[in-house]
């Protein structure tokens, strides 16, 4: 699978370390619909254009910024853009539509992706309900295996298991690892996902999770049906870096 791996600039030199293959987190939309960039190396080329749009606002015109991203894809030798929220319906448009001009890609969630005919559309691995072979599957039906690629995010999540329920509360890597000690897990077959259950105080918790088999797991799912294209994300697989991308 062909995989990008996403940072920020202070994570840059770990993340070079691993693979050429990045998609850079430096870039968002200021206050009045323009292009803000945190510090990148003067010398930095190639990978994807990654843009946030929080605490920014898409403007009513977005020509100029389609051009000014198209701009940046071009002195960075960039593959593309990857959009990590649903914007506007004439932002993807039109930024679908500069950058399929001049070669590039442009990555984009499934709720917008049919606002951009060229866009390749981005499908989160990370389940709690249903099955991901199946998610992949209507997927790869309805837009065709060639235009997804996998948002490949790292589950760490604490549930409680009262008939009441709850929401589940995100849990760091060394947390998730000091639940985990000593106790059995269990693997989900249509999650493609480990779990297990403790008790704290008179509360039984379940936990889910992912670890490097099972984010391997959901990749050989996903190329099984001919998706070739995933992203993982820093600091969010830190720790299984090295196992994820040791083959680059």
């Not at 999540?157 to 929401?167: E, K, Q």
């Not at 001919?226 to 720790?239: A, H």
Request: proline share 6%.
């Amino acid at each position: 699978m062909d995989l990008y791996l996403a940072t920020d600039s202070g994570r840059l030199q770990q993340a070079m370390a691993c693979t050429a293959q990045l998609a850079h987190m430096s870039y968002r939309i200021g206050p009045e619909g323009t292009l803000l960039a945190s510090p990148l190396p003067d010398s930095l080329r190639g990978g994807l254009l990654m843009l946030s749009d929080e605490g920014g606002t898409y403007p009513d015109a977005p020509e100029g910024l389609c051009r000014t991203l198209m701009q940046e894809c071009l002195r960075r030798r960039y593959a593309g853009v990857i959009l990590d929220t649903a914007p506007p319906e004439h932002f993807c448009r039109i930024l679908d539509e500069t950058l399929f001009r001049q070669g590039r890609k442009l990555f984009l969630p499934e709720t917008v992706a049919q606002f951009a005919p060229h866009g390749i559309v981005v499908v989160c691995t990370a389940l709690t309900s249903g099955s991901l072979e199946d998610k992949l599957s209507d997927a790869a039906g309805k837009w065709g295996p060639d235009r997804l690629a996998l948002d490949l995010q790292r589950m760490m999540i604490d549930y409680p298991l009262s008939a009441a329920g709850g929401s589940g509360v995100p849990l760091t890597v060394a947390q998730l690892h000091e639940l985990a000690a000593g106790r059995a897990t269990y693997f989900s077959r249509p999650l493609c996902a480990r779990y297990f259950t403790y008790r704290v105080d008179s509360e039984a918790r379940f936990v889910l999770f992912d670890d490097v088999q099972t984010l391997k797991t959901k990749m050989e799912t996903a190329e099984k049906l001919g998706i070739r294209q995933g992203f993982f994300m820093l600091p969010e697989v830190e720790d299984l870096v090295q196992s994820l991308f040791g083959n680059q």
